[in-house]
Nanobody, 116 residues
Framework: QVQLVESGGGLVQAGGSLRLSCAASGIIFSIWRMGWYCQTPGKQRELVASIGSGGSTNYADSVKGRFTISRDNAKNTVYLQMNSLKPEDTAVYYC??????????WGQGTQVTVSS
């Protein structure tokens, strides 16, 4: 049974930083491409960053140069370092496989709120 537990969100002023973590269990973590998704009320979840099993990364244009995704396969954990945060980054952030349909579950997410 796959479990994904996100943490690290919070309230931060514009220009600030946060580091999100996602601990995964119930899977052979190292073989999966993992991603961070964000969701705002009334909108579908969007993929903002992903990292492959070999460490290759991709980013949405909106976060390039500001966010960095990384992973620690020994800890079954994926991270998202968020710098230079903007109010428009405010969302609930989730981690999941890429594409997300591989795992039949989502975690509870972690709320990121950026004040102007």
């Amino acid at each position: 049974q796959v479990q994904l537990v996100e943490s690290g969100g919070g309230l931060v002023q514009a220009g600030g930083s946060l580091r999100l973590s996602c601990a995964a269990s119930g899977i052979i973590f190292s073989i999966w491409r993992m991603g961070w998704y964000c969701q705002t009320p009334g909108k579908q979840r969007e993929l903002v960053a992903s990292i492959g099993s070999g460490g290759s990364t991709n980013y949405a244009d909106s976060v390039k140069g500001r966010f960095t995704i990384s992973r620690d396969n020994a800890k079954n954990t994926v991270y998202l370092q968020m710098n230079s945060l903007k109010p428009e980054d405010t969302a609930v952030y989730y981690c999941n496989a890429v594409p997300s349909t591989y795992f039949n579950t989502w975690g509870q997410g972690t709320q990121v709120t950026v004040s102007s």
